[in-house]
């Protein structure tokens, strides 16, 4: 996949004491911010229930996050993202089994390849960056995501983005090692938000996408899926 990064990410549920954490760790508040997302499928889910995830986001465009190779197992997510609107076209129509609908943007296939907006939501969003010590500094940085959204969910996240695959475990490595610092229990795993959203606003999707994803992450309260996308 061209114009393609692999983000590797881990969710967790923020404490009180989280943000003190981070500083102590000697993180950086990059920003803080609020922005709606927009999720995009056709009406049988064909794009989540095969773990591809479309998304609008206010001020930053379209995404398209796809399954990784998911090569190590454990409370952790992997995938390639897609930000290109020419790559994402060419991908959508790839999953959902079309033609390549030209070298037109998002605006002009979502008609055509029957997607349509299945959930929206506004999430405020604290941004931190930190380079964990005893690593080169020149490497990128962890970054972790604290966001609240508009239905009442609390939900962090430790992410690395690597350019290949053979860079993933480094990645994980670092990423359990400040989750661990952050007192993130070892197997703890949260939903991401959108599934929350579906599980609490559109039960019948929710439970469509159960009988599909492996019950890794499910949001709390039920028995058994997935907590992808941030």
Excluded at 7 to 17: A, D, M, Y
Excluded at 19 to 48: A, C, I, N, W
Excluded at 76 to 93: D, G, R
Excluded at 196 to 209: E, I, N, S
Aim: net charge negative.
């Amino acid at each position: 996949m061209a114009h393609a990064l692999i983000e590797v990410e881990r969710k967790f549920i923020p404490g009180p004491g989280t943000e003190k954490r981070l500083q102590e760790l000697g993180s950086t508040l990059e920003h803080q911010v609020t922005f709606r997302d927009r999720y995009y499928d056709t009406p049988e889910l064909s794009l989540m229930r095969a773990d591809y995830w479309l998304r609008q986001r206010e001020g930053s465009g379209w995404e398209l996050k796809c399954p990784g190779t998911a090569g190590v197992s454990g409370p952790h997510q992997e995938y390639v993202e897609l930000t290109v609107e020419p790559a994402v076209v060419a991908q959508l129509c790839e999953v959902l089994g079309t033609e390549v609908l030209g070298a037109g943007g998002m605006a002009a296939v979502l008609g055509p390849l029957g997607l349509q907006e299945v959930a929206s939501f506004v999430t405020k969003r604290s941004a931190w960056k930190l380079v964990l010590s005893g690593t080169d500094e020149e490497e990128p940085p962890l970054r972790v995501d604290l966001d609240t959204a508009d239905f009442g969910y609390t939900v962090g996240e430790v992410e690395a983005l690597v350019h290949e695959e053979a860079e993933v475990p480094v990645a994980l490595e670092k990423i359990y090692s400040l989750s661990s610092m952050l007192g993130v229990p070892v197997q703890e795993t949260a939903p991401a938000k959108l599934m929350v959203y579906l599980q609490r606003f559109q039960p019948q999707d929710y439970q469509r996408l159960l009988q599909v994803h492996r019950p890794r992450e499910k949001p709390q309260g039920t028995k058994d899926p997935e907590g992808n996308l941030g």
